[in-house]
């Protein structure tokens, strides 16, 4: 019998029972819900996300969804300190599953964003970081799915149609309540509509590993 050697990965990891999670969960929805109150300017998701475009109002929130990112880094919020301390473990758990525990990191930027019906996120990945991860405050079972698109797709699109191939082109997350997803920061992902009435809540994260190799002159300093 042969075996299947998997030459290349590119490891995502889901963590759904961080210890008293849905306290955590409910606490930062809450923020959230502030942050739309403190920022009615702020950016927008869905068809607008691309453009960067900002809200103009509330009546834009509702239209196309929220985000911080343009508004405040959470990262260096004190009050947001209570989801970035979670966040570091859980990016700490990522970096003892691939085998690289004990790395150090910079949390560089936290963001939280709000959908309602209809919304979603085009595809993306997240420059000038190493590791990601969103968190789910809220979500709705069936709906709103993270979708990861493979960094191989346009070699397995030779295999074509799609059910004649047997590597995937694309992976689907199913969101709920409590969930962590921490994946490379490279990874092109997009969420699909979030088709309820309630909202859906995200918190996502950036870090950038240390990593500082000594030159030969500086070792002589
Ligand atoms: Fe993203």
């Not at 923020?31 to 869905?46: N, R, V, W, Y």
């Not at 929130?61 to 508004?71: E, M, N």
């Not at 997009?190 to 070792?219: C, G, M």
Request: glycine fraction near 6%; include cysteine.
């Amino acid at each position: 019998m042969g075996q299947i050697i998997q030459m290349f990965s590119h490891p995502v990891i889901a963590i759904d029972d961080y210890p008293d999670i849905d306290a955590i969960a409910d606490q930062f929805y809450g923020k959230a819900m502030e942050l739309m109150e403190e920022f009615p300017d702020a950016g927008l998701i869905s068809d607008a996300w691309h453009s960067g475009q900002r809200a103009r109002g509330a009546d834009d929130i509702r239209r196309y969804g929220f985000t911080s990112f343009h508004s405040v880094n959470l990262a260096r919020r004190e009050d947001f300190a209570f989801m970035n301390q979670v966040a570091l473990q859980v990016f700490a758990q990522y970096l003892q599953v691939v085998g690289k525990a004990g790395t150090g990191m910079r949390l560089d930027s936290a963001w939280a964003s709000v959908y309602g019906r209809g919304h979603f996120v085009p595809q993306h990945t997240h420059p000038l970081s190493h590791l990601s991860m969103v968190f789910y405050a809220a979500a709705t079972d069936g709906t709103g799915q993270l979708v990861f698109d493979n960094p191989a797709r346009g070699h397995f699109q030779h295999f074509y149609p799609p059910e004649l191939c047997w590597m995937p082109y694309r992976y689907s997350i199913q969101p709920k309540k409590g969930l962590f997803v921490v994946f490379p920061s490279y990874l092109t992902h997009n969420t699909e509509p979030h088709e309820s009435d309630d909202y859906r809540v995200i918190y996502s994260a950036n870090v950038q590993l240390d990593f500082a190799r000594l030159t030969d002159a500086d070792k002589q300093r």
